[in-house]
């Protein structure tokens, strides 16, 4: 006890721990995790493939042949690299560490990540949110009187937003990009791409500044911790020398390259999602009491309209049907009430609208 509060940072022992609910017996809907897993035939061939790797030996640290299957199959502009990390949470924290001059500020939309803040804080970097409107769309000229004011190091943009579903205007994103210019970076958070059905990839060779952000996690593969960023190769040559070298596991490493080869599966998965979010987004229109919002992502953020009820309630209620969605009141202001679910396979998108009926009848 009394060496702790000798030796860490207060800000730190201030802090409660992420935490992530015991989930057993649940249906789980709180983490965007895709609930497809591989076909038999699959999962026996990487395990072939996995039974074989180097285990004994440390990864090859350049990562070249896992970056350029990431860069020829994911969109990546011809002569544009990538940055590996373990999960994008990783890279987060690697454009932080790089950034943390004295003074360096962090900008983003409020609510969003809520690694963005804590990253920031981590690397000792002043964050500065700047809240939504009402409807949860950017509000422009806050954020480009925030960038002005502040002239933040790094201002994220995650494009679909996390926690509330929607995508940004893509107009107004240039605009922050442009008035950024070159006094900071601007990250676009493309965690949710594959539900989105647009990206800023291919913007990077307009924009020295930018820095394209990517996950496998939502996509169906959040077990093996792999998140990929390209920008250009001087702050990709930067931000490799703040990455821990081996930071990619060869377990990873070996089941990205095979999925790589493989990504008609994974691009069904997803198309069957959106198939799915759009039929959830429907089916929530129809029942009173609840106000979902737009998603382009593999969730839904949704309010508790229920006269009477709160968020929290409803919230309660779900999980003594043993479904877990997320209390997403408790991020923020504008969040009253709000919860958000994640979009499942048509039996469990089923049984959590039967459950959240009951919640909010009975
Ligand atoms: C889930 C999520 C991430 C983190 O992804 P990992 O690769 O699993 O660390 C990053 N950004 C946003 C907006 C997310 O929702």
Redesign the pocket.
């Known amino acids: 006890m009394t060496v702790s509060k000798n030796i860490i940072r207060a800000d730190v022992r201030a802090l409660s721990a992420y935490h992530v609910p015991d989930a057993s017996g649940f249906v789980k809907l709180d983490a965007?995790e895709n609930p497809y897993t591989l076909s038999p035939e699959l999962q026996q061939e990487l395990g072939r493939r996995l039974g074989s790797a180097a285990l004994n030996r440390y990864p090859v640290p350049t990562y070249a042949n896992l970056k350029a299957a990431i860069c020829a199959k994911q969109g990546v502009p011809s002569g544009w690299d990538v940055v590996l990390g373990n999960?994008?949470?990783e890279l987060i924290s690697i454009v932080s560490v790089a950034c943390a001059k004295p003074g360096a500020k962090v900008l983003a939309p409020v609510p969003g990540?809520v690694?963005y803040a804590m990253s920031a804080q981590f690397a000792g970097l002043d964050f500065i949110g700047v809240p939504l409107n009402n409807d949860l769309t950017l509000n422009l000229p806050a954020m480009l009187a925030a960038v002005r004011e502040h002239r933040p190091a790094i201002t994220y943009l995650?494009y679909p937003n996390?926690p509330t579903g929607n995508l940004f205007d893509a107009q107004a994103m240039l605009e922050i990009i442009r008035e950024v210019g070159d006094t900071g970076l601007v990250i676009v958070?493309e965690?949710?791409q594959p539900f989105a059905g647009d990206s800023f990839m291919s913007k990077l060779p307009e924009f020295e500044n930018l820095i394209v952000m990517r996950?496998v996690?939502?996509l169906g593969l959040?077990g093996i911790?792999l998140?990929y960023m390209s920008a250009s190769k001087a702050l990709l040559a930067e931000f490799d020398k703040v990455r821990p070298p081996y930071n990619i596991n060869v377990l990873t490493e070996v089941t990205a390259a095979f999925m790589l080869e493989h990504t008609e599966v994974l691009d069904k998965q997803a198309a069957a999602i959106r198939s799915e979010r759009e039929q959830l987004l429907s089916r929530l229109a129809d029942v009173a009491g609840v106000e979902a919002f737009p998603s382009a992502a593999n969730f839904i953020l949704f309010r508790v309209t229920q006269a009477g009820l709160t968020g929290t309630q409803v919230f309660e209620r779900l999980l003594e049907h043993k479904v877990l969605v997320k209390n997403a009141g408790k991020m923020h202001a504008l969040l009253d009430n709000c919860l958000r679910v994640t979009v499942s396979t048509p039996a469990e998108n089923a049984l959590f609208l039967t459950a959240l009926k009951s919640s909010l009848y009975s």
């Open positions: 965007m999960g994008s949470d990540f690694m995650a996390n958070d965690a949710y996950t996690s939502k959040a911790r998140g």
